[in-house]
């Protein structure tokens, strides 16, 4: 069953992502442009999404523990730090200059558009370069402390 139910919720996402029209770069940009031919259709995806998600976590909250897994994975972190800030303001402007975020990004490489191949290899070498910084820092955060409990 632990494999059953991402699959389903993965395919009922991405239907919903085909049919919302999230998949359209075009939709998505006449969406953000709230100052020339806005499209505000997409906000009804949106209303959609918290008409779900309000429920669902306000349900998950008053459970002790998850229906398909043995524990919740939640954030350990909940401040808004400028980490926080600099990956929303990253997406924001990817997804204004391009119309794709990472979902529907993924589901529209089926259409084998060029244009979509170098988003997602972009985005995909922008993952890998940043777990390697984080590895990096967490490496040298680890000398620190090492050589800062053999010089004591």
């Given at each position: 069953?632990?494999?059953?139910?991402?699959?389903?919720?993965?395919?009922?996402?991405?239907?919903?992502?085909?049919?919302?029209?999230?998949?359209?770069?075009?939709?998505?940009?006449?969406?953000?442009?709230?100052?020339?031919?806005?499209?505000?259709?997409?906000?009804?995806?949106?209303?959609?999404?918290?008409?779900?998600?309000?429920?669902?976590?306000?349900?998950?909250?008053?459970?002790?523990r998850?229906w398909f897994?043995?524990?919740?994975?939640?954030?350990?972190?909940?401040?808004?730090?400028?980490?926080?800030?600099?990956?929303?303001?990253?997406?924001?402007?990817?997804?204004?200059?391009?119309?794709?975020?990472?979902?529907?990004?993924?589901?529209?490489?089926?259409?084998?558009s060029?244009?979509?191949?170098v988003?997602?290899a972009a985005?995909?070498?922008?993952?890998?370069?940043?777990?390697?910084?984080?590895?990096?820092?967490?490496?040298?955060q680890?000398?620190?402390?090492?050589?800062?409990?053999?010089?004591?």
């Amino acid at each position: 069953m632990w494999i059953i139910a991402p699959l389903v919720c993965g395919l009922i996402f991405g239907a919903g992502l085909l049919i919302s029209g999230m998949v359209q770069p075009t939709k998505v940009l006449g969406f953000l442009d709230i100052f020339g031919a806005w499209d505000p259709s997409l906000a009804v995806v949106m209303a959609a999404a918290l008409a779900v998600s309000i429920p669902g976590f306000m349900l998950a909250d008053r459970s002790a523990r998850p229906w398909f897994a043995g524990q919740y994975f939640r954030p350990g972190k909940s401040g808004i730090d400028l980490p926080l800030v600099a990956g929303a303001g990253l997406f924001g402007i990817g997804w204004g200059l391009v119309g794709l975020c990472p979902g529907p990004a993924l589901e529209s490489l089926a259409t084998l558009s060029p244009g979509i191949v170098v988003f997602v290899a972009a985005m995909a070498a922008g993952m890998i370069a940043h777990d390697a910084w984080q590895q990096s820092r967490l490496t040298a955060q680890r000398d620190r402390q090492l050589a800062g409990a053999t010089d004591g």
